[in-house]
């Protein structure tokens, strides 16, 4: 059983197009994640939530909107792509804030 | 937050036994200290974490000094699946606004 997956593996789009990736985790833990690795490879953090409420905001763009409907699952929506959103992305999630974090397989997104 | 320092590569071969050395000069009283492996195409892997002294599981070694501004990862015998980029972390286990920071980790080579 994998604990956390991932929707779609790959994404490609063109610029200005509005997608979604899907997270979900069958451990049940409070806290989950997003995370945006980049072509260098620097892995920063975007977003934490935790029993579905928001906690973590870093300087992401407002085009990137997270929604947690659950506890297992907090989805990530982003509007107007741009050629700069090309990375992949990583949810993960952990029994606590800070605690050890399991991650997903990712999600490379390819703007065109 | 506390900022650390890795090597940005090392070399090694089967067998041998790796030390992974991590600055953290500005660690904080309740911060703690983790280690993650992430493969090529893959998500971070948790290793091990630490807060003082010494942590050994069935993967791994982590030693701390008793001032805490460094920690060691140390890898006994390792092989050539041990190749991949290691993150060191610093931050809180629980409790308040909390983030964990990956670093540019480092990229550990392993040779037969």
């Known amino acids: 059983d994998t604990a956390v997956s991932q929707t779609p593996k790959y994404l490609v789009t063109q610029m200005g197009n509005d997608k979604s990736i899907k997270c979900e985790q069958n451990l049940g833990h409070d806290t989950m994640y997003w995370y945006k690795q980049d072509s260098k490879k620097f892995l920063k953090i975007m977003f934490s939530?935790?029993?579905?409420?928001?906690?973590i905001n870093e300087t992401v763009p407002n085009r990137f909107s997270p929604k947690s409907p659950d506890k297992a699952h907090l989805n990530l929506h982003i509007n107007s792509l741009e050629l700069g959103d090309s990375a992949v992305y990583f949810c993960a999630s952990s029994p606590e804030t800070g605690g050890e974090q399991y991650f997903g397989p990712g999600t490379r997104l390819t703007v065109t | 937050l506390a900022k650390t320092t890795q090597p940005i590569s090392m070399d090694s071969y089967e067998g041998q036994e790796v030390n992974i050395t991590c600055s953290h000069n500005?660690?904080?009283?309740?911060?703690?200290i983790t280690w993650y492996q992430q493969f090529p195409s893959q998500g971070p892997r948790f290793i091990i974490q630490?807060?003082?002294t010494k942590v050994t599981n069935e993967v791994a070694s982590l030693f701390i000094p008793a001032d805490r501004k460094s920690s060691t990862l140390s890898l006994p015998r390792v092989s050539l699946s041990d190749t991949a980029v290691y993150y060191c972390?610093?931050?809180?286990?629980?409790?308040?606004?909390?983030?964990?920071?990956f670093g540019a980790g480092t990229r550990l080579a392993v040779h037969p």
């Open positions: 939530y935790n029993n579905k409420e928001l906690i």
């Open positions: 972390l610093v931050g809180p286990i629980s409790g308040g606004y909390n983030k964990l920071i």
């Open positions: 630490g807060y003082k």
């Open positions: 500005n660690i904080a009283t309740n911060d703690y």
